[in-house]
């Protein structure tokens, strides 16, 4: 098992890209059945390892009306709450339990604003491992209850992801538990890549303009814009790369204010947290430096918008369109829209909005 570096940063797998080339063509993995697991070459578990899964399926590419968005370029709505347990949380977590198994860990421990516990609890009952999840006493109670339905141990906590991140690093270490926090082993990072190597097959190898990515730890942010180096190194896309558009809301937005102020990483714990979006309520995330210069090298920005625009985004989507978004997703369309006003972005740009979990997580 790997975890931190001796610094304490995220270890990113690095993999042999001129042997993927010799043993693979693009043409072919077009021809694999479409789930996560097509990009095996581009994944860690070695060839005989057993996979934990629970049905990793591609997830649609869904069309906004464009009298919604008013832009006049492609707009699509990339549907994660299709995967096991309503959200994009299952691609990393099937990678990170399959390697937890194969390192043959038993018992798992993970701080969660809610989706990542729920599908670790799934993905954990799957591989007979007990599962210790700590939560804020404000994370949504149908995840809650989901996680606890899927067998798993929840501790709610008087305090943001940050302090459940402290309990569960302590009872890693008192009880020789698996930490799967963000970014603390390098597996659930490479499990969400696969989000960026889809889309690239999605798009026929010609990526779109720009990403819109609700961010709280990065990890599909970092993960993403890392499969895309892979398949520039690969020679499997051309050089044009899209902009990665962080989203976060006035609530919480370190990784905005780090972004503006020029700064590498983020500096300190932003606050007060007040956002009602759990998945961005990360006040310092681990990665910020690897989200940061992700936004730079894409030539990408970074956003904020306020939970009221999120609501109005969320409730027009779901009775004008029938779709029914995460409230994470939410607050992408409305960045979208914001920087579509601004000219920050160009009508005719295409461009995906991250729709994170399934609107079922954001019942009012
Ligand atoms: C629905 C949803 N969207 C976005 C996020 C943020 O994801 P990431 O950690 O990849 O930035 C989370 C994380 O909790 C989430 O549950």
């Not at 399926?57 to 008013?70: E, K, Q």
């Amino acid at each position: 098992m790997h975890y931190l570096s001796d610094d304490g940063a995220p270890l990113l797998v690095r993999y042999d890209i001129d042997r993927i080339r010799s043993v693979l063509a693009r043409n072919d993995i077009g021809r694999r059945t479409h789930d996560m697991w097509m990009w095996k070459e581009f994944l860690p578990l070695a060839a005989l390892t057993p996979r934990v899964t629970l049905g990793e399926t591609f997830t649609p590419l869904i069309p906004v009306p464009m009298n919604h968005t008013g832009g006049a370029g492609d707009v699509y709505i990339k549907d994660e709450g299709r995967l096991p347990t309503g959200s994009f949380k299952a691609r990393g977590l099937a990678l990170a339990v399959s390697m937890a198994r194969h390192f043959g860990i038993t018992d798992l421990v993970l701080p969660t604003a809610g989706n990542a516990g729920a599908a670790a609890a799934a993905y954990g009952a799957a591989a007979g491992m007990q599962v210790h999840v700590f939560a804020p006493e404000d994370t949504p109670q149908n995840t809650i209850q989901e996680t606890k339905f899927l067998g798993a141990h929840v501790r709610q906590v008087d305090g943001l992801i940050d302090r459940c991140g402290e309990l569960a690093r302590t009872a890693a270490s008192d009880n020789g538990w698996h930490n799967l926090a963000t970014l603390a082993e390098p597996y659930r990072l490479e499990g969400k890549k696969t989000m960026g190597l889809e889309l690239a097959l999605q798009f026929d190898w010609s990526l779109p303009d720009l990403i819109y990515y609700p961010t709280g730890g990065g990890t599909g942010f970092i993960g993403m814009w890392k499969a895309f180096q892979e398949l520039l190194e690969l020679g499997w896309i051309g050089d044009r790369l899209p902009r990665m558009i962080s989203v976060q809301t006035h609530g919480c937005n370190p990784i905005k204010s780090a972004f503006d102020a020029g700064h590498r990483d983020v500096p300190e714990p932003f606050g007060p947290v007040t956002t009602i979006v759990p998945g961005v309520r990360v006040p310092k995330p681990l990665g910020g430096r690897l989200i940061l210069s992700a936004l730079r090298e894409s030539n990408g920005h970074a956003c904020a918008v306020s939970d009221e625009a999120v609501l109005g985004c969320h409730a027009d989507l779901a009775r004008h369109h029938g779709l029914h978004l995460c409230l994470e997703g939410a607050a992408c369309l409305a960045a979208y829209r914001d920087d579509l006003a601004a000219g920050r972005v160009g009508k005719e740009e295409t461009a995906v909005i991250f729709n994170t979990a399934t609107g079922l997580k954001s019942l009012p």
